[in-house]
């Protein structure tokens, strides 16, 4: 990335008019995909008095005072529209999409900035095999003018890490997955030597090497994913049980993640406890639970099936863009 | 002990790296969509000049290098010390092989270096960009050659050897560039 010396210069966009008119195509094609389909386009708040208990995201908090909290109330920016669009859902709205720029505190780098343009759409009646079929045409629908892919491909998780990183993910002690990093030529901080929890490996292994590899000249779709790594999918029954979760990865970049969802109020309770206490044990602070997710869930979500793609690193793809800020009118440090 | 976040690091930063002093040279973030975050960074070791690779989790502490670059102008060679000095404190301080390494060749009495020192002692000495120095020994130039395509060897006063244009003569000083050791003008 280049660091700019000053506003004299950074004033300045930091993704070319070209680029930034390739955005608003691809948005106005999207529209027009989800429209003919029949799915219907909504908004919700960015702003929420709930947050994700998600370990792995950090949300923003900002304050509001004024009338009707005369007191002021700590609100959150999201970091996915997933809640509220569930209660939509549970409400009756039918399959919706949306697109909306979601809020990570402390996530910037090549293919990451704090706030970013996500796309999210629920497919009522879909398990996520089908979302994953219209997920692949809507990205090659998008992608089509920008590049030739073949059709894509499907790799389970433990596929994927048996064929690119030489081990089942499913059978393998925290000493292997450590000798497994250095045969892939890994250096790890000592501190991640002695890393005991098996999704920290998976995680660097997956993003060292399983990641690199894939999508290469078509999409790759990765399903069933360790239960562990469930985050809001359900849980499929088998040996090991698996997640019905699915990643989408094109040239190494991570774009999308989709689940069945989870429809069920006490096991999504118990995840957000199990995720609090995670976040205590981290350190972290604790935020308030979405009691109106719990209670729409309780109510009844329809059988569906969502997914979130990041945008931004779609018009990466489409521009053959290598930052994040190449596709950004205003990234970070020229916000 | 000053230490530095992963949230800190950025090409340049000096670290203690393995008990070495150690260089940041890049830095990534890498997360995958759900789960665990990481800074991969690119980094030299200073003292043996090799660039490895290491991944740390996102929010990890490395302990600081002391590490900065002072200006000092060269004065002498004893013959196992390279001497400097401090143009304005006029302190003095003495450089082993190590630190010098390859630059020796360079070293040419009253240009100023650039010292990095670690814990205050000298961990590697950079000569000037351009140095002027005598040649002292190279074959007369070919009459009529106008090529000017392959040039010639030149020993230096300093004991470097480069390679010339044919018209460059001994006891005359050329322009080197010691990043790349090439000839860039006659003086």
Redesign the interface.
């Known amino acids: 990335m280049n660091t700019s010396p000053g506003p004299e210069s950074d004033w300045r966009p930091s993704a070319t008019l070209e680029v930034l008119k390739l955005r608003a195509r691809l948005l106005q094609r999207l529209r027009v995909f989800f429209s003919a389909r029949g799915v219907l386009e909504i908004e919700t708040p960015a702003l929420s008095g709930t947050a994700t208990t998600?370990p792995?995201l950090a949300s923003f908090a900002t304050h509001y005072t004024g009338p009707r909290f005369p007191q002021g109330q700590t609100l959150y920016l999201h970091t996915s529209p997933e809640f509220p669009m569930k209660r939509l859902l549970a409400a009756g709205s039918g399959s919706i999409y949306q697109i909306c720029k979601v809020f990570r505190d402390?996530?910037?780098?090549?293919q990451?900035n704090p706030e970013f343009t996500l796309l999210e759409w629920y497919r009522v009646g879909f398990d996520h095999h089908r979302l994953m079929d219209e997920t692949g045409e809507l990205v090659m629908d998008l992608l089509a003018q920008s590049m030739s892919l073949q059709s894509p491909e499907r790799l389970t998780y433990r596929e994927s890490f048996q064929r690119h990183a030489g081990l089942d993910p499913f059978a393998t002690s925290a000493d292997e997955f450590g000798q497994a990093a250095r045969m892939h030529?890994?250096?790890?901080?000592p501190?991640?030597v002695s890393?005991k929890a098996p999704?920290?490996w998976?995680?660097?292994l997956?993003?060292?090497v399983v990641?690199p590899k894939l999508g290469q000249g078509r999409l790759t779709f990765i399903y069933d994913y360790p239960a562990s790594?469930a985050?809001l999918a359900r849980i499929q029954p088998g040996n090991p049980p698996v997640a019905a979760r699915f990643?989408l990865y094109l040239n190494g970049i991570?774009l999308a993640?989709g689940f069945h969802e989870l429809a069920d109020a006490d096991e999504q309770r118990a995840r957000f406890e199990r995720q609090l206490h995670a976040r205590e044990a981290a350190g972290l602070p604790a935020v308030p639970l979405d009691e109106r997710l719990l209670a729409a869930l309780a109510h009844g979500l329809p059988d569906c099936a969502g997914v979130a793609l990041g945008f931004d690193r779609l018009v990466m793809l489409a521009s053959g863009a290598r930052t994040i800020e190449e596709v950004l009118a205003f990234p970070l440090e020229r916000a | 002990m000053a230490t530095y976040s992963t949230?800190e690091f950025k090409a340049g930063l000096k670290v203690m790296l393995d008990g070495d002093p150690a260089s940041i040279v890049e830095n990534?973030?890498?997360?995958?969509?759900?789960?665990?975050?990481?800074s991969?960074v690119r980094i030299r070791n200073l003292k043996t000049g090799r660039t490895?690779?290491?991944?740390?989790?996102?929010g990890?502490t490395?302990e600081a290098a002391d590490v900065v670059d002072v200006e000092m102008q060269y004065l002498y060679n004893d013959g196992q010390f390279w001497h400097f000095m401090n143009p304005e404190s006029y302190e003095q301080m003495a450089a082993d092989k190590n630190a010098v390494g390859d630059n020796a060749k360079w070293m040419k009495e009253q240009d100023v270096c650039i010292i990095t020192l670690w814990n205050g002692l000298p961990l590697i000495v950079e000569p000037p960009n351009t140095v002027t120095l005598k040649v002292t020994e190279t074959d007369p130039g070919l009459k009529g050659d106008t090529s000017g395509g392959g040039g010639k060897p030149a020993t230096l006063e300093t004991g470097a050897v480069v390679r010339v244009p044919l018209f460059v003569k001994e006891g005359e000083t050329i322009k080197v560039n010691t990043r790349t050791g090439e000839y860039l003008s006659r003086a």
Do not use: C, M, W
């Open positions: 998600d792995a402390g996530e910037a780098g090549r990451h030529g890994i250096s790890v901080s501190e991640l890393e999704d920290a998976l995680d660097l997956l993003t060292h990641e790594q985050a990643e991570e993640n | 949230n990534e973030f890498v997360k995958p969509g759900k789960g665990q975050a990481f991969r490895i690779e290491r991944t740390f989790k996102s990890e490395i």
